[in-house]
């Protein structure tokens, strides 16, 4: 088993929920915590922690998100192109954005572009606006992301050819 180096994560709860099971002794309550992690350079993480005391499930939901660590690829602070992310009902249209637009999101989305490391994105939740589920569905998006010079890399083409869409002689 490999040994995970930790950088220095920024952690955030997006949502605290009580959950409560019925049985014959009365009442089990019992808390369902949702964290995101980032280093706010290109590292996000997602996780979700159950326990009978809410800082126990903090405590688990932030190492599960450590686990599950992303590479976002980030270009000139923005993503290099369009996407949607899914997750159940819930969609998230996430779209590049000029220099100092700034991040246009809702509560959700915003918690999770913020710890990643983005400085300006366009987003829409369309769906379902679960907490969990539109932040799955944001991780699931920033997955989609290809870097463009490893497309470059892979296409045997610039960095320059992959934005501009320019087709060489011979190929067409």
Do not use: C, W
């Amino acid at each position: 088993m490999r040994e995970i180096q930790y950088e220095e994560f920024e952690e955030k709860i997006i949502e605290i929920r009580r959950t409560s099971k019925v049985t014959k002794g009365g009442k089990n309550l019992s808390f369902r915590v949702v964290a995101i992690v980032g280093n706010k350079n290109g590292k996000v993480g997602l996780g979700i922690g159950k326990a009978r005391e809410v800082p126990e499930a903090i405590r688990k939901a932030i190492a599960d998100a450590k686990k599950n660590v992303i590479e976002v690829p980030i270009i000139n602070g923005t993503i290099p192109h369009e996407v949607i992310g899914r997750q159940d009902a819930s969609k998230v249209l996430l779209r590049p954005a000029a220099p100092g637009t700034g991040i246009i999101a809702g509560g959700t989305v915003r918690a999770v572009v913020e710890l990643a490391g983005i400085q300006n994105i366009l987003t829409k939740a369309l769906g379902s606006t679960n907490p969990l589920n539109l932040a799955m569905a944001t991780i699931n998006g920033l997955k989609e992301l290809l870097d463009p010079r490893k497309v470059a890399k892979l296409r045997d083409i610039t960095v320059e050819e992959v934005y501009k869409g320019v087709r060489r002689e011979g190929n067409a």
